[in-house]
């Protein structure tokens, strides 16, 4: 624990931490100042000197983004001399701004409008400047539109510090802005439309694209949820208005390297209102889906499903909450009796390694190692673990990545090992053993023939000399990782590529019979998938086949019977994400047409089969396994295509919503 | 791009800092030389020889007016025009180059031989008024005197 300070703060008593800035400490005291540059969690850069302060003993004010607390300080954020200070800034500031308050979209939640309200200032008492700058908006994504720019560089830093460099400031002074390389659009400049700046930004100059007369802050509802559409499981903040999702912002708390998302959940809202989505139960009628009522549809289902008993396979994609997948694993064994039930997780993670993987703090954690795993913010592979990384780094974590393959991340790493991932595990094992951890028997047995290479060395110091590292790991290299925790006290965590597939695996949906490629290679009589499972034909051998899903899909038109499910972002309950936490979805706005939540629907169909299975409340037992040596070895059979997955499971979203113009454009460069 | 000697001589450049990113003011007067001015291919390269964002570059390169941010003459003149220059005649040198050689403030002839640029003080007020040619610096200029130390820079 960091040594406390006492201090001061309008005359308040503040506890803070030693080494804390000044205007994180005011927070603490529930004390505002005013900024525009300050971003919490990183460090201050002095630029926008709005929030001065005066602090007893200083003769000039100082600044609050920066200056740190110290003990016995007495701090005044109101003094007359500040005030008029920051008055002048804004005012400064206000000359080059256009006063389009009532038009404007960031109006009731831009720092500019609300600092211009407190201090009385209704226009600029210094000459009127326009720059008349161009507007990009060539992309339905970010809009940027810098006339209204007050330079404060936040979009700039966090743009950098997440390793995506697009933007910086071209010029200098007043008549400098904010670009990209070669003032191209954005489209043309490596951005990635995550959209971290449109957070950033405290007035109007970078927004989300096609926001203009689609609400303003105080016409939404707030909803916090979770992301469900890779193996992050992000937090993010839903903003609703009548009854519609309008927009998504990052939704992890403030100041946390965490709080990023992609464009894939900022923007893939679009496709909960669409033509694809399936509105109504279809059932089958020779050549063509017709629409049914849900009490026929559940009969039918119920029917079919009793006389294919045992020989009915169930799968489901990780993305549905615990709640749904702890459900449908009772619909499995309890109504149907089978112990064919299984999820796409299958693919790509054994039940190992995602039972026993650790629980991991990203703002806590000083060195990462990223084993086997490709993460990537360009192609939106598990795209937030590659951004926060990155970012840690930026605040002084360090980070070794072990890949047979080149990979982007590895040109951030401080160590950089590629060749075989389990090979290279095994030389720093040897070489954290040569430093003096203690290895059980067959762990020094088995590495006595390995020399330990210069860049092994290395990573087993920067390893030795960490105080909470944390090893991200391909699932079929968790056994491997896992032996690094027989020698120093390291978290591991295997990453999966769907955001609940810790929790699908621990609410049990994890085969005692079929596998989820046995299915769909055809060994059911009957088949019952949920949602979008990375399949387009009908397996054969299946004479029924029930698909439940949000979208129409290739794969539903083959269907005997479809059943319409509720999105996420629809839906409530809960996930464990990678990282080991359990996170709240909400029921953000109600689901569309006649679509219900997965659980009400498996639930209906126990009630018609006779046999109810009672909602009882979900716990996922806690899985501690023995730390034992396993050999350093690959797992094989569990090889897919990280970024062929993640599209196909998101395909539905990628194609019935503004993410659809990012496919148009790859197709037409290629 | 850049060629192969002047690579290595923004290597030895950047082996003087402890990160690249220190190296990259001097890369950049590097590119300069090679490329005539801060165009686009010439901060290019210098974000791919130093590996730093492109957009970066850009905004260091620009923050700095005494980077050449449009193509140029082969010569520059940077000529004086305050106070004490001015008072001394300097405004009558600006007519003058601007009726024998039609150069105005920022422009370059048309033979591409000279460009002007007109400064704030360089300096030598001792010596008003002043100029400096590329690195060579006149002063107690004329029109007369301007027009043959011109006369040497082909
Ligand atoms: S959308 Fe993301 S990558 Fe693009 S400029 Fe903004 S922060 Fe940078
Ligand atoms: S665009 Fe917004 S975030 Fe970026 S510098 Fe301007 S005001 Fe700040
Ligand atoms: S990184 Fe994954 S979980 Fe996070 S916002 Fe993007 S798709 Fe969603
Ligand atoms: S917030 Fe401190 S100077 Fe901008």
New binding site residues.
Partial sequence: MANMVKLKIDGKEINAQEGMTLIDAAELGGIHIPNLCYIKGMKGIGACRLCMVDIEGSKTPMIACTTKVKEGMNVNTQSERVRENRKFVIDLILSMHPLDCMTCTKAGVCNLQNYAYDFEIKDSTFTRKKFGFAIDEGNPFVKRDPDYCVLCARCVRVCKEQGTNVLEFLGRGVGSKVATANDKPLEESGCTFCGSCIDACPVNAILEGERWRRGREWDYTKIKSV????????D?DVSTKDGEVVKINAGAEKGSAERY??A???YGFDSVISDARITYPLKRVGNALKEVSWDEALKIAAEKLKSAGKDTGFISTANILNQDAFIFGKLASEAVKTKNVDATVSLYADEDSMKYSDSADMDEADVFVVAGLNPSQWE?V???LDAVIRKRIQRGAKLITINADDTRLASAANVSIKGDEAAALGQIAKALIAKGAKAPKEMEGALQAVNASEDAEKAAAMLTEAKSPVIFTAPSLFNASKNISLLINTKVVAVPFE?NARGVVAMGLITEGKTYKEMVNGGVKALYTVGEIPLSARPKGVDFLIVQNSHMTELARQADLVLPSAMPLESEGTIINYLGKVKQAAKTVEPFGESRQHKDIFTAISKEMGSPIKESKVKAAEAKAKPKFSPFEKKQGLDINPLEFTESINRSVIYSSRLLWLKEREKAAV | MLSETVLKEIEEIKAKYPSARSALLPALYVAQREFGWQSEKAMQAVAQALNLPEAEVRGTATFYSMYKHKPMGRHLIQLCTNVSCMILGAERLVDFLKNRYGLTQNGTTADGRFSLVIMECIGGCDMAPAMLLNTDFYGDLTEEKIGEILGGYK
Avoid: E, K, M, S
């Fill in positions: 992301c469900l559409n890779c193996g992050n499981g992000c993010i998302i992609c894939i959940g900022r939106r598990t795209p937030a955001a």
